[in-house]
């Protein structure tokens, strides 16, 4: 069965309430009723909006309240509201005639009348409409105090949150300070209606009668109130105090009436909580810093106990104290490099760096190694001794240098730069050196290792495919370069037959070159077309794992390589 959208009427001839589901619970009876209303022009009263209802019949054959299509808006006409929300706007509707609701707001407007400031002549109970234009709505109380307009709305049952809006809207919006009296509220309840009403104040002050006060109007307000627990952990608790309308705050932006301002209580607390934050984070930095250097004290202590072994033992491993290393702090590296001050350290007898004096010693390949790996050591590389030779050069004096591409690829991942004296140095290695082949390759690496600076981390990869650079470099050269090879198709035979599985990038390199018909016009015998046929049928795996290192070094001869393709 469909519910009655309006369930009560007033009869203002009579003064009686009209309940449409008992009046109308006899349909003989309820059209002998709507006759004898018509016949004897019997207004009867919207109890909410107090425009005129009718009588009429639904699609369902039942009779009903029901506004005029030209009547002005109310609650009860509105066609988006659910049978729950009717049901419960017509229970506020009766709640109003019960004699809980009676007693309060007739004591609302009695206790007014005592106190101080109220206009009394303002004073209306239940009997005062509000109109605006074409609303009008009618509080349980209604005053003016120190010229502020204050209506009191009674809340018995639950109320729809539309409902609640309605009210706040209306009154807001015309100036006039609404404050529920909520009877039954329970601050930590967690009913529809507890919920709406408390979200809906963002003060969240929550007003009952106090009902001791004889000589003046005095409510008993719950409020939350902010607060820091030992953890300085923001937390609310919730009081309840008696106050007077002396005591509240008339917010004239928001039209909110409050004794206690959540918002600004809270900004404070916070605000508190804050500076209480920064003290403890101040102590706990000033705790932990104190631990931390106590912390690398012992770290750095630890690690200078090694290097002095590794001085005096040079064959001992070194592998997990540079993994130690590199999980040292800003700190940790801070306070060691202070200790050991190798960057400018000097041999007081010779005056040769600290670098130099350990190169040229040879005494001590491990641990000169575990300085130049160590990158969180600081020393200078680049430094020149009195006759201006570098650290690289001193490497390259002796015949015999043990670990000399060691420690080669260390200068370098520490920051070697090349210099023109080492260049000149190395060219006349190059013509004077026994091995000249082997002099001009260590002279290409050298060159590869300094054109890989700022991406060390592929220094190592060099020596793994060094043929195949040194076959890229004669090729971008145009000279050969690395091997002792005639020509170009001795260099194409040697590299598709030795290094096939690099050949992608040789391959491409010529014809970046404009080489590679070249080469194909001067191989007379034949020898290199048929090692490519034969290289093709193969079809080869391609060994991209160095792609990016020969990207480096030869960006222009590698765009045409893509590893995603092959």
Known sequence: MHERSIKYGLNKITGEQLDADEIFSNTKEAFALKKQFITERQVIHCRECDQELFITTSKYDRLHFRHSPQSNLCILKQNNLSSEEFEAINKIIAAKESPRHKYLKNRIGSLALKTPDVDTESVQIDDKFIIVGSEKRRPDVYFSYKGYQIAFEIQLSALPLKYILDRHNFYTKNGIYLIWILDDFNVHGQTQTERDIKYLDSHQNFFKLDELSEDTLQFLCDFKKPFLNFENELRYKWIQKPVTLEQLTFDPNTRKAYYFDLEKNTKSEVARQQKIAKKIKQRQKIEIRKRELETAEAEVDDMITFMRYLYKNDHLPFKKELSRLVHFNEQQIRLLNKKLSFKNMHNPETGRPFIIEMITSQTRPNFLQFILRASQIEKD????????????????????????????????????????????????????????????????????????????????????????????????????????????????NNAIEYYPKHWVYIENALKV??????????????????????????????????????????PELTKEVNPNIF
């Open 513 to 554: 070159k404009c080489l590679w018909d070249i080469v194909i016009s001067s191989d007379k015998k034949m020898s290199f077309q048929k090692k490519l046929a034969k290289h093709k049928s193969l079809n080869i795996d391609y060994d991209f794992s160095n792609h990016w290192m020969i990207n480096i070094l030869f």
């Open 381 to 492: 590389v680049n430094v020149l001794d009195r006759e201006g030779l570098s650290a690289l050069q001193h490497v390259f004096q002796s015949e015999y240098y043990a670990y000399r591409e060691i420690v080669v690829k260390s200068l370098f991942k520490g920051g070697y730069e090349l210099t023109t004296s080492d260049k000149a140095f190395f060219e006349r290695q190059i013509t004077t050196s026994t091995n000249q082949l082997e002099a001009e390759r260590q002279y290409l690496r050298i060159q590869f290792y300094e054109r890989l600076k700022g991406r060390s981390y592929y220094i190592d990869d060099v020596t793994n495919i060094d043929r195949v650079i040194y076959t890229l470099q004669s090729i971008h050269d145009n000279k050969i370069q690395g091997f002792n090879l005639k020509n170009f198709v001795a260099l194409t």
